[in-house]
């Protein structure tokens, strides 16, 4: 007879322990198709004279399980490895067939929104930062990772208290990564280290060690870069990307996905992959003729349950120190120095910086802006309380001296 086992389970994963027989069982990667549902079982043992792994096999779940056991007898034969495998099957069984229970909702008071880094990526929430290639979407996930996992508020950018940050890369290296977190050590004075997996296996296929890894390190959020490889298929077929997101969504925790943007300047692939982020952000950057800053616009195109946020600026400035080794500061950037973050910029806001420099006519601050003059009306009407008409017919802004 078989002493009562300690049964726990994760996330798409389960543990079997019987301390008296000393011996550990675990059971993960599931996949279910027609009448089958298979798992992968690994079997340690604590028993004196064992080197500790006994066994690691994919297993029918529902069928004749004589060929693992045979396997387990001829290595440790003083236990009953039918009632082993007969009390994981039924747990995993029951529990995977169960799913998540259901809950009462409706009858709790609201809770204000939760954040992994305000207002980018929210707590539980699959967030995508899209744009084109060298635009500084790879230097803001390693400042997300920074941030978080430093507890620093900086920029505008406030991260709830710390957390670790799993940083899971599909396109760069080590030796980058371990670079741009270095210099942002030396340049923003918190000494920090993020753990970091090169990854190269669908994101879907791949998940059971990833969640491994995000108990080994005790994750509280991840970055994903780059979708489309994380996804490892073609990203306009909505049946290779919703694996994906279903993955993610086993973990529990945060995710940012770094992601390109196709020629229309919108996100590449299936509108599925929009629909099923929780929030979107487009990122595009412009670069001093000297490459000694890049300023960045992260811009706002989707959320759900919360508002759309204003348009974040950033300026990224890299130098060395005094051993040559490579700096990174952040700071507050000035979307409107630069026509590329600028002319993405709301149409309001671009006005305001325009009449900023005193009054105009519309003509005149539709050519500063390149908009078009009926754009420029259109939005001044609709803004009335920004921008008032003075009696020279030109525009300012409400509230000055006219």
Not at 86 to 102: K, M, N, T
Not at 228 to 237: E, I, K, Q, S, T
Request: proline content about 3%; aromatic content about 8%; some cysteine.
């Amino acid at each position: 007879m078989l002493s009562q086992p300690e049964v726990r389970r994760t996330q798409g994963a389960w543990s079997f322990h019987w301390d008296e027989e000393q011996v550990t069982v675990t059971a993960d990667r599931l996949i279910e198709e027609k009448d089958r549902l298979t798992s992968e079982i690994t079997v340690r043992t604590s028993l004196p004279g064992y080197s500790g792994h006994l066994a690691r096999q994919r297993i029918n779940l529902l069928a004749s399980r004589q060929a693992v056991v045979k396997t387990l007898e001829e290595r440790l034969s003083q236990i009953d490895w039918y009632a082993v495998l007969e009390v994981v099957s039924f747990y995993v069984i029951e529990g995977h067939r169960a799913g998540e229970p259901v809950v009462w909702v409706g009858g709790k008071e609201d809770q204000p929104t939760r954040w992994a880094l305000e207002p980018i990526l929210r707590n539980e929430d699959p967030t995508i930062l899209y744009g084109k290639g060298g635009q500084g979407k790879s230097h803001m996930a390693t400042l997300a990772a920074y941030l978080m996992g430093s507890g620093l508020e900086w920029a505008g950018l406030r991260p709830e208290g710390k957390r670790t940050v799993l940083y899971l890369d599909y396109e760069a290296s080590e030796e980058d990564i371990n670079g741009r977190i270095g210099a942002l050590k030396r340049g923003m004075g918190v000494d920090l280290e993020v753990p970091y997996r090169r990854c190269y296996q669908k994101l879907a296929s791949d998940i059971e060690a990833i969640r491994t890894h995000v108990h080994e390190v005790n994750a509280g959020a991840i970055i994903v870069d780059s979708l489309g490889m994380a996804v490892g298929g073609d990203l306009n077929d909505t049946t290779s990307i919703m694996p994906a997101f279903q993955a993610v969504r086993s973990l529990g925790i945060p995710v940012l996905f770094i992601h390109h943007e196709n020629k229309e300047s919108l996100l590449y692939g299936n509108v599925f992959i929009f629909n099923q982020a929780r929030s979107v952000w487009q990122a595009q950057g412009a670069q001093d003729y000297d490459a000694s800053t890049l300023t960045l616009g992260l811009y706002h195109k989707k959320s759900n349950n919360t508002r759309l946020f204003p348009t974040v600026g950033l300026r990224f400035v890299f130098g060395e120190d005094a051993e040559g080794l490579p700096t990174t500061r952040v700071e507050r950037g000035d979307l409107m120095q630069f026509t590329e973050t600028a002319e993405k910029l709301p149409l309001d806001r671009r006005i305001t910086d325009v009449l900023g420099r005193g009054s105009m006519a519309v003509a005149d601050i539709a050519d500063e802006i390149g908009a078009t003059t009926e754009s420029v009306r259109i939005t001044m009407k609709r803004k009335a309380n920004q921008f008032t008409r003075l009696p020279d017919g030109n525009y300012g802004l409400a509230g000055e001296d006219e």
